[in-house]
């Protein structure tokens, strides 16, 4: 911990900041107002009502007004401050509101109807969680059984993804055999072609194959992906050919070679396609939509799309279901993406 003080409060001047000083530290700060200002947003607007969503202009903390308790009304009303007239500096009750004007009662006095500009009210607000937004999920939703989905179709993918890459990558880059460039464009040109472009065609084999409405039809068509194909080969080449003929001489299988020398020199490079299949897989979306059409079968993604209508969107709700999506590819990404930089840096840097 003091290591990481001493960093984050060391200078280049003597006693004093110096001019490089107050650049980096600004440059440092405005990177991370960037970076987490947008996400603290996020999580503050999930526990917003509708009303505190749909006020302009926005607010950075969660509002909410407070209501009174007032005889001969079935619901607790609204609570205003009256800022001028007769009435100015009381806490009366709202009872409608139209063009406008209102009406309001006075605690003490609920039979009496009183009418008031707006402008003459002013809410009684104090910063209030309006936790219901995510205990509202649970109570309305099959959420674990969307998370169940989506963690499922990540996990899954991701290790049929490794499996089927890195055996089409030690085949490119340890074996030679006739034809293995134009493979190798080949693969590489299927980064230029936009998946848009196949999915009729993959939605036809998927439908042929009886996976249409069925989780294997989201993991198989994922199974090979030119650029985890492309980023274990490059690294692969980089492993010493001889290791691999020291092998062969001990009599040692190509299953065993791979499984035992491939594989384990490559983890680097299979920590980052992890990382990245993970979080590809957990946010897709087109595709599971084209798939899959029963509610018991959706994904996380396809459980956010059914909040938004064609003429109002259940914002409250949206908000706390993308945060709890969030949370666990923020999780992995946070914890994992040391990885990232080192293992991309190792597979093109060697």
Not at 282 to 298: A, G, H, K
């Amino acid at each position: 911990m003091s290591n990481i003080l001493s960093f984050l409060t060391a200078t280049r001047g003597r006693g004093r900041l110096h001019w490089t000083d107050w650049v980096s530290y600004g440059y440092l700060t405005l990177g991370i107002f960037l970076m987490f200002g947008p996400v603290v947003w996020l999580v503050l607007s999930s526990f917003k009502d509708q009303n505190e969503l749909d006020r302009f202009p926005p607010r950075f903390l969660p509002y909410a007004q407070d209501r009174l308790v007032i005889d001969g009304f079935d619901e607790p009303l609204l609570a205003f401050t009256v800022t001028e007239g007769d009435l100015a500096g009381q806490v009366v009750g709202q009872t409608r509101r139209a063009a406008g004007r209102a009406e309001v009662v006075v605690p003490d006095a609920p039979d009496d109807r009183i009418r008031l500009t707006t402008d003459q009210l002013q809410p009684l607000e104090r910063v209030a969680f309006a936790t219901e937004n995510y205990t509202g999920l649970f109570e309305r939703f099959n959420f674990l059984q969307f998370f169940w989905n989506s963690t499922f179709i990540t996990i899954t993918a991701t290790l049929l993804m490794l499996l089927v890459n890195s055996m089409a990558a030690f085949a490119l880059s340890k074996y030679k055999f006739r034809g293995r460039n134009a493979v190798l464009l080949i693969v590489i040109g299927t980064l230029m072609i936009p998946q848009t472009v196949v999915l009729v065609p993959l939605f036809l084999i998927v439908t042929e194959l009886g996976m249409f409405n069925s989780l294997w039809g989201v993991i198989i068509p994922g199974a090979a992906t030119p650029t985890g194909v492309f980023l274990l080969r490059q690294y692969m080449i980089t492993i010493p050919d001889e290791i691999l003929d020291a092998a062969r001489m001990d009599k040692a299988s190509e299953w065993k070679i791979f499984w035992r020398i491939i594989i384990p020199l490559s983890a680097p490079a299979i920590a980052v396609l992890a990382i990245l299949a993970i979080m590809w897989r957990w946010n897709d979306f087109l595709w599971p939509l084209i798939v899959l059409t029963r509610t018991e079968n959706f994904t996380l993604q396809l459980a956010l799309n059914s909040f938004q209508g064609e003429l109002q969107t259940d914002w409250p709700s949206l908000l706390a279901m993308t945060v709890l999506t969030l949370l666990p590819i923020a999780a992995v990404f946070m914890f994992l993406q040391r990885y990232i930089a080192t293992g991309i840096a190792s597979t093109g840097g060697k």
